[in-house]
Nanobody, 120 residues
């Protein structure tokens, strides 16, 4: 059993910053990728940022230069530092992890989501 627990969402004014955290726990052998997706009302879920076990990162064009993803591998934790937030960043942000629960078994896991609202 694997769980992802997120924290750090909330209400912030345009131009402000928030930091999201997500920690994986349970029967984990190794974590390949961790990242964040988001879904705004009436829109499809979109990938925000991903970081691999080697530290390679990938970002959505809409957040490049404003968001930074990082990872604390020993703590099975991924962070998303969000700066210069815009109203269009308002969404439910969900943590994602691609986890090996054994040397031959790898699956995707999701957190419950945390609301980020950017409004004045």
């Amino acid at each position: 059993q694997v769980q992802l627990v997120e924290s750090g969402g909330g209400l912030v004014q345009p131009g402000g910053s928030l930091r999201l955290s997500c920690t994986a726990s349970g029967s984990i052998s190794n974590i390949y990728r961790m990242g964040w997706h988001r879904q705004a009302p009436g829109k499809q879920r979109e990938l925000v940022a991903i970081i691999t076990s080697t530290g390679s990162t990938s970002y959505a064009d809409s957040v490049k230069g404003r968001f930074t993803i990082s990872r604390d591998t020993p703590k099975n934790t991924v962070y998303l530092q969000m700066n210069n937030l815009k109203p269009e960043d308002t969404a439910v942000y969900s943590c994602y992890a691609n986890i090996y629960t054994s040397p031959w078994a790898r699956s995707d896991y999701w957190g419950q989501g945390t609301q980020v609202t950017v409004s004045s």
